[in-house]
């Protein structure tokens, strides 16, 4: 049987397009779930094209289970669950049981597709070091993956410093938990003890000059596709060593997924969707992705067959 699917086309306007591709074939420790919403990050979205054509794209959905795994573990058919696994952007997604977690009954679906990708990466960034009472500062926090690392970073206890590109991409985020909300690095006069960095570039360069000693750069995004030109003696500094940490974990997504999908049923955390819309118009989500213009997270509503 074939199924419809979004994938890569290196000749496409966006790099991808719809196609008719195989259904998967679950192994013992998979499910497969129906499709029902999908989620578009950034960078699958300026890569997609890279990719051979024909691969199925994306990593993130929300759904049901179709059929349980075949040796027992994970939940049962009809569970609604979130997934993390390659081949999202489907009808129907075959994913390991340890990356999938159910979704509480107060939770819309769509809301937790935006959760795997973005959602999972501000988490185990932020867990990466203690921070209560620390100064936290992100970068590209408007993006997905900076608007829930405001919000956990807040919960965590820590001081929140948001950093935008523009005074316009900075609204919103206070009500979100930030303590401030800077334009670039302007106004930071007191160094930080974590920076989640999604931008890269001089700016990657300019956050490091501000980290206290001890203190780490976690790079978990390079949105500005600039290089990063450091200064010869730039990484020298008296006292506790400081560091810059690379984040690229995607395996068992399942117990974060479920942590960060009882935060939403609790109203804890938010999951931020800036755009959402029929999985038809992802070509207009691929371009508003690339060009900025979505305030958070870009969730498609997954849907047969095209509307007549």
């Known amino acids: 049987m074939t199924m419809r699917a979004l994938v890569a086309d290196p000749e ?20 497969l779930i129906e499709v029902r919403h999908i989620s578009l990050n950034r960078g699958e979205v300026m890569f997609a094209g890279r990719l051979g054509p024909g691969t199925v794209l994306g990593y993130d959905a929300s759904g049901v289970v179709v ?37 509480p009954g107060a939770v819309d679906l769509a ?14 960034t932020l867990r990466s070091r203690p921070i209560l009472g620390r100064r936290v500062l992100i970068t590209g926090a408007a993006g997905g993956v900076g608007r829930f690392a405001v919000q956990l970073a807040a919960l965590g206890g820590a001081h929140v410093i948001a950093s935008v590109g523009s005074a316009a991409r900075g609204e919103g985020l206070a009500a979100l ?20 960095d ?18 780490d750069l976690q790079s978990i995004g390079w949105a500005s596709g ?15 060593s400081r560091s810059i940490s690379t984040f690229g974990d995607s395996t068992r997504f399942g117990p974060d997924l479920a942590t960060l999908a009882g935060l939403v049923a609790e109203g804890r955390l938010s999951p931020e969707i800036g755009l959402r819309a029929s999985w038809d118009r992802f070509a207009e989500a691929a371009d508003a992705l690339l060009g900025r213009r979505v305030a958070g997270k870009a969730v498609l509503d997954v849907e047969a067959r095209p509307p007549a």
Do not use: Y
């Not at 496409?12 to 499910?31: C, W």
């Not at 938990?177 to 006069?189: P, Q, Y």
């Not at 999604?198 to 203190?215: D, F, H, K, T, Y």
């Not at 290089?227 to 500094?237: I, Q, T, V």
């Open 12 to 31: 496409a306007p966006a790099g991808l397009r719809f196609g008719e591709t195989g259904e998967p074939e679950p192994r013992p420790d998979q499910l």
């Open 67 to 103: 059929r349980a795994a075949a040796d027992g573990t994970g939940p049962a058919e009809g569970a609604r669950v979130v997934a993390f696994g390659a081949g999202a952007w489907a009808r129907r997604l075959a994913v390991g049981t340890d990356s999938v977690a159910e979704v």
């Open 111 to 124: 809301d937790a597709a935006a959760l795997p990708m973005a959602g999972v990466t501000a988490l185990r």
């Open 177 to 196: 938990g930030a303590h401030e909300v800077v334009v670039g690095l302007d106004g930071i006069d007191r160094q930080v003890d974590l920076v989640l």
């Open 198 to 215: 999604n931008v890269g570039g001089a700016q990657m360069v300019a956050a490091w000059r501000l980290l206290a000693p001890g203190g």
């Open 226 to 240: 600039e290089p990063a030109a450091f200064a010869p003696h730039s990484f020298f500094s008296h006292g506790p």
